[in-house]
């Protein structure tokens, strides 16, 4: 399994951004996807999960009311929108498969290479 970010880039505070992850190899299709980050100096932290039929889904309360999480047409494909930006939300974020609901680093089995997100103040 291959996972691959994009969207990432550099905005001003208040800005949106719309990451995607895609994934590629047998039997992707009933993971759930979902998304990390990682800000300087600080630890890895849960952003978003989605199953794998798009019908749960939620978020860390750090990111509630601005950032969320979905599918499409495509199964393999997750997005996760990113409104009213703030400072705090410059890091990588990761995009992750995991062969069951709960999502921490420890179970995830695959991880992309990550996609960087700065927020200037």
């Known amino acids: 399994v291959h996972l691959v970010e994009s969207g990432g880039g550099m905005v001003q505070a208040g800005a949106s951004l719309r990451l995607s992850c895609t994934g590629s190899?047998?039997?992707?299709?009933?993971?759930?996807m979902g998304w990390f980050r990682q800000a300087p100096g600080k630890d890895r932290e849960f952003v978003a999960r989605?199953?794998?039929?798009?019908?749960?889904?939620d978020v860390a309360d750090s990111v509630k009311g601005r950032f969320a999480i979905s599918k499409e047409d495509d199964p393999n494909t997750v997005y996760l929108q990113l409104d009213n930006q703030e400072s705090e939300d410059t890091a990588v974020y990761y995009c992750?498969?995991?062969?069951?609901?709960?999502?921490?680093?420890?179970?995830?089995?695959?991880w992309g290479q990550g996609t960087e997100v700065t927020v200037s103040s």
């Open positions: 190899g047998p039997t992707f299709a009933r993971y759930t």
């Open positions: 992750v498969a995991v062969s069951r609901w709960i999502v921490q680093p420890a179970v995830c089995d695959y």
């Open positions: 989605i199953n794998w039929r798009g019908a749960m889904s």
